[in-house]
């Protein structure tokens, strides 16, 4: 399969990648700067240029027979929402896009201890729920991740949809590389199309 993965240069997006190829897909690797995607180069990885608020960058690179995965996150208000659009412009096959448990539709499943998360993203939380809508409405699948860590995949790792979503807690931490395997699962076999899917950790 033939994916994208936007924001290829952070972390998570590197972890999307690697993965990716490890899993024998081809991967179109996007980032402002590729040079900061850290990964060798490869017969199956190409790394391009584009900038979420230039959708004309994005259109470039995504058509109807793409699947994107984005790990697109940003430090200001914006970025998320356009990245969102020029994404879903673009009209690709799917569009399975990370963002935060506790905001937007997971806000109520989360419960009381995600007024915290939402203290910390302050202006931005009105950000990110317009970029997990116009993703939902295009029939995109959302992924509601708790704090990240760097650690490894869990083996006891899970995909559930928000009806058995757990309350949120600060300290129950998911591994962006567990992050990565369950959105290429959702890539590969989809589960959640136009719903928001949670990874877990057990």
Partial sequence: MHLIVL???GRTGLAITRRALRRGHTVTAIARRPERIALPDAARLRK?????NDPA???AVVDGNSVVLSALGADRPGILTAGAKAVVAAEPRRVIWLGAY??????AAAGAAAATLVELLGDRLPDKVEA??????????????????DGPESPDRR??????????????KVSRETVAAAMLDEAEAP???????????A
């Fill in 48 to 52: 391009v240029a584009a900038d979420v």
């Fill in 57 to 59: 960058s994005v259109a």
């Fill in 159 to 172: 995909t559930v949809g928000l009806d058995a979503a757990p309350p949120f807690d600060l300290g129950a």
């Fill in 102 to 107: 506790g905001t937007g539709e997971s806000a």
């Fill in 191 to 201: 589960r959640f199309a136009g719903a928001v899917a949670l990874p877990l950790a």
């Fill in 7 to 9: 924001a290829a240069s």
């Fill in 132 to 149: 997990d809508n116009t993703v939902l409405a295009a029939g995109g699948t959302v992924f509601h991740a708790g704090v990240l860590d």
